[in-house]
């Protein structure tokens, strides 16, 4: 994808606000700022930055796919990480604590920086990790040429890495086959393999960037840019592809990289679906449940799933708990019986999640919780 300057007339981030909106539509209401206690030097913030991640809403945090390079020489550029945007170079400066990007203006102690993290705070605040060269020689293109045509493998997970930017990755316990695209690039001497979009648009929805910090033929040893836990883990090499052969998707498909969990619909499981679906979901549960085969267990079993921007649901999981409300192991007979039921009858006709500011559907993680008591149901409920 070529690259695209533009230019700014309203701020540093202004750009994304106009041409990514799908991705990081929000960061410019990050002006609207929180006062800390902090102060930070100038030259504390020279170097090169990738975005770990931004809290859009309580609850709904996302990727943040930024590129942000701050020189000694007072000047600054911004681009997303796989350069797909990339504004023209602005300058910046400090004056009593007040850190000045372009023409927007940070108070003191929006921004708090330590030897390895870069945070902004305001209307969505914002994380970025300080980016040092890798050890190893060759660069993207290298990278590059290891991963395509190749099938790499973590757990459970297999990745189709095909030449041509398509990337399947592939559950081998759901035989779910999910349609992405991916990229490697190079940030200041390190390399980013990026994976974003999904099987009808490539231009958005980023996952958390994956840093290569080194490869041979047969593995990869990398690490997930996360504010939570970037440990390194390993991609282990597999078959080769077909040249010229792309994907198929198979099964439950996701949307995007967030998964926005609802909050203020806690209790409104009719919001997520047609009229009457909680009673739906109650009805069908307590009619097909076989509470004879099962042992008599009392607690609670806790069933999450994804539901995409086209109302369908998938990945459910169940999580258990016994009557003191602690975790607790419950008779699998229990639990797959309930999942298989609302896997069967429950997989299509949800509501599609919204967001303030986001005017395309999301992706938003449902819970039902269902109550058991000598192994029967006696309520569901959120």
Same mark, same amino acid.
């Given at each position: 994808?070529?690259?695209?300057?533009?230019?700014?007339?309203?701020?540093?981030?202004?750009?994304?606000?106009?041409?990514?909106?799908?991705?990081?539509?929000?960061?410019?209401?990050?002006? %609207?700022?929180?006062?800390?206690?902090?102060?930070?030097?100038?030259?504390? !913030?020279?170097?090169?930055?990738?975005?770990?991640?931004q809290q859009i809403d309580s609850g709904f945090v996302c990727p943040l796919p930024l590129f942000l390079q701050v020189r000694s020489d007072s000047t600054y550029t911004l681009s997303l990480i796989d350069k797909a945007a990339t504004a023209p170079r602005s300058t910046w400066g400090m004056t009593d604590n007040r850190l000045r990007l372009d023409t927007a203006v940070f108070l003191p102690g929006q921004v708090q920086i330590t030897a390895t993290d870069l945070k902004v705070q305001g209307a969505t605040p914002m994380v970025f990790r300080r980016v040092q060269p890798t050890a190893f020689?060759?660069?993207?293109?290298?990278?590059?040429?290891?991963?395509? %045509?190749?099938?790499?493998?973590?757990?459970?997970?297999?990745?189709?890495?095909?030449?041509?930017?398509?990337?399947?990755?592939?559950?081998?316990?759901?035989?779910?086959?999910?349609?992405?695209?991916?990229?490697?690039?190079?940030?200041?001497?390190?390399? $980013?393999?990026?994976?974003?979009?999904?099987?009808?648009? /490539?231009?958005?929805?980023?996952?958390?960037?994956?840093?290569?910090?080194?490869?041979?033929?047969?593995?990869?040893?990398?690490?997930?840019?996360?504010?939570?836990?970037?440990?390194?883990?390993?991609?282990?090499?597999?078959?080769?592809?077909?040249?010229?052969? %792309?994907?198929?998707?198979?099964?439950?498909?996701? /949307?995007?990289?967030?998964?926005?969990?609802?909050?203020?619909?806690?209790?409104?499981?009719?919001?997520?679906?047609?009229?009457?679906?909680?009673?739906?979901?109650?009805? &069908?549960?307590?009619?097909?449940?076989?509470?004879?085969?099962?042992? *008599? &267990?009392?607690?609670?079993?806790?069933? *999450?799933?994804?539901?995409?921007?086209?109302?369908?649901?998938?990945?459910?999981?169940?999580?258990?708990?016994?009557?003191?409300? &602690?975790?607790?192991? $419950?008779?699998?007979?229990?639990?797959?019986?309930? !999942?298989?039921?609302?896997?069967?009858?429950?997989?299509?006709?949800?509501?599609?999640?919204?967001?303030?500011?986001?005017? *395309?559907?999301?992706?938003?993680?449902?819970?039902?919780?269902? *109550?058991?008591?000598?192994?029967?149901?006696?309520?569901?409920?959120?």
């Amino acid at each position: 994808m070529n690259n695209v300057a533009y230019r700014s007339n309203s701020g540093p981030f202004a750009p994304w606000r106009r041409e990514q909106k799908g991705c990081i539509i929000l960061i410019i209401s990050l002006l %609207n700022g929180l006062l800390l206690a902090n102060s930070v030097s100038g030259q504390s !913030l020279v170097g090169a930055w990738i975005g770990v991640e931004q809290q859009i809403d309580s609850g709904f945090v996302c990727p943040l796919p930024l590129f942000l390079q701050v020189r000694s020489d007072s000047t600054y550029t911004l681009s997303l990480i796989d350069k797909a945007a990339t504004a023209p170079r602005s300058t910046w400066g400090m004056t009593d604590n007040r850190l000045r990007l372009d023409t927007a203006v940070f108070l003191p102690g929006q921004v708090q920086i330590t030897a390895t993290d870069l945070k902004v705070q305001g209307a969505t605040p914002m994380v970025f990790r300080r980016v040092q060269p890798t050890a190893f020689s060759g660069g993207e293109t290298t990278v590059r040429s290891v991963l395509a %045509n190749r099938i790499w493998q973590q757990s459970q997970v297999r990745y189709h890495f095909h030449e041509g930017g398509q990337l399947c990755v592939e559950d081998q316990l759901t035989g779910d086959r999910a349609i992405r695209c991916w990229t490697v690039t190079e940030c200041n001497g390190s390399v $980013f393999v990026v994976v974003k979009g999904n099987r009808g648009d /490539c231009s958005r929805s980023y996952d958390v960037p994956i840093q290569v910090l080194a490869f041979t033929d047969k593995k990869l040893t990398v690490s997930k840019l996360t504010a939570a836990d970037s440990s390194p883990y390993s991609l282990t090499a597999g078959g080769l592809l077909p040249a010229g052969k %792309n994907c198929e998707a198979i099964g439950f498909q996701l /949307c995007s990289s967030c998964f926005y969990i609802p909050y203020e619909q806690a209790g409104l499981l009719e919001k997520k679906g047609p009229p009457g679906r909680l009673y739906a979901v109650r009805q &069908q549960l307590m009619a097909d449940f076989k509470a004879n085969n099962v042992p *008599r &267990q009392t607690g609670i079993v806790q069933v *999450r799933c994804l539901v995409n921007c086209e109302g369908k649901a998938g990945q459910f999981t169940a999580t258990t708990y016994g009557p003191d409300y &602690q975790r607790n192991h $419950f008779d699998p007979q229990i639990t797959n019986q309930l !999942l298989t039921i609302l896997r069967t009858h429950f997989a299509t006709g949800w509501r599609p999640g919204r967001i303030r500011a986001i005017e *395309r559907p999301l992706d938003y993680q449902a819970t039902i919780t269902i *109550r058991l008591v000598d192994g029967q149901i006696t309520d569901v409920f959120l």
